[in-house]
């Protein structure tokens, strides 16, 4: 009876090996996708990896930023060049951040979101979530916002260049500043959940 328990014991430790090695090849062949796709087109791992907001997101800041260099560079505007050449650095800045966001929403999913939860050691924990963003009115106000400068962008309004003309380098500098503030606020919030949930 002991060997048969020790041979039955040693099956199951074989097949438990088994199953954490064929997961970890499909752990690592699913990010690997994630980052090819994201590689290709902007977007597409987030999508791959069910962050469908986060992957149109990153889409839809790119064929608007390129309206936008369309639009500054055919109108005939007298057009800041720095603002031009920032418009252009955006593309790149975009297309290497959503290749970091997507390996880091890939290693999230494969340490995290796959886990039990007691297995889950205390620094893995506090880590940000990218999935906690799926849910937030930001995608919406993006989509209403940019939807709007895009018809803007295609209708090309004599009293938006008129206004560009007067106001833009003043509007750039407001939408900086409350950018910065914005993400100045996300980092906060973001210490003091990670600061509570630690002392929890």
Not at 62 to 72: H, K
Not at 101 to 129: F, G, S, W
């Amino acid at each position: 009876m002991s060997l048969l328990q020790q041979q039955s014991s040693t099956n199951k430790e074989e097949i438990q090996q088994r199953k954490q090695r064929t997961r970890r090849f499909f752990t690592r062949k699913r990010k690997f996708i994630a980052g090819l796709f994201a590689a290709l087109l902007p977007g597409l791992g987030h999508i791959y990896l069910g962050l469908f907001k986060k992957g149109i997101s990153f889409l839809f800041i790119l064929i608007l930023d390129g309206s936008a260099m369309l639009y500054f560079s055919s109108n005939g505007m007298h057009i800041n060049v720095p603002f031009l050449i920032l418009l252009g650095l955006m593309i790149p800045v975009t297309y290497f951040y959503n290749l970091y966001d997507v390996l880091q929403a890939a290693d999230y999913r494969i340490t995290l979101r796959d886990k039990e939860p007691d297995l889950i050691h205390a620094p893995l924990r506090n880590r940000h979530n990218p999935f906690a963003g799926e849910g937030s009115i930001s995608f919406g106000i993006l989509l209403v916002v940019g939807g709007m400068l895009l018809i803007l962008f295609h209708q090309k309004p004599a009293w938006l260049e008129q206004y560009i003309e007067l106001y833009g380098q003043f509007t750039v500098a407001i939408g900086l500043v409350l950018v910065g503030l914005g993400l100045l606020i996300r980092e906060k919030v973001m210490q003091r959940g990670s600061n509570t949930h630690g002392e929890g």
